[in-house]
């Protein structure tokens, strides 16, 4: 792991069957651990980062450049904190008409 707050090895194995978070855009999560890892892409082969939420709700990961840079400061936060965090979902449309997921501490 790159980067994590109250994420174990055994929550990283377990997040493989991780749930995108992109099904879950305009909730709230009441997240309880997070972290960013690295995974080679299986097509690619390629090395890419993958962030990592644990919740109430169940686990779930993004490999978005957005999300990613938000849950990095959402780390930060949480450890100077020491407690788990409500984070909304957030889903926006780009100039070009892509739709792309934010974090937001709530």
Do not use: C, W
């Amino acid at each position: 792991m790159l980067k994590s707050f109250n994420f174990s090895k055994k929550d990283e194995i377990n997040s493989v069957s991780a749930t995108p978070l992109q099904k879950v855009k305009g909730q709230t999560l009441h997240v309880t651990g997070a972290a960013i890892t690295v995974r080679v892409d299986e097509e690619t082969k390629e090395e890419r980062q993958v962030a990592l939420l644990a919740s109430d709700q169940g686990t779930f990961t993004s490999i978005s450049g957005t999300v990613i840079k938000g849950l990095d400061l959402i780390i930060d936060y949480m450890t100077e904190e020491e407690a788990a965090v409500d984070v909304k979902v957030n889903a926006s449309k780009s100039n070009a008409g892509r739709e792309f997921i934010t974090l937001e501490l709530v």
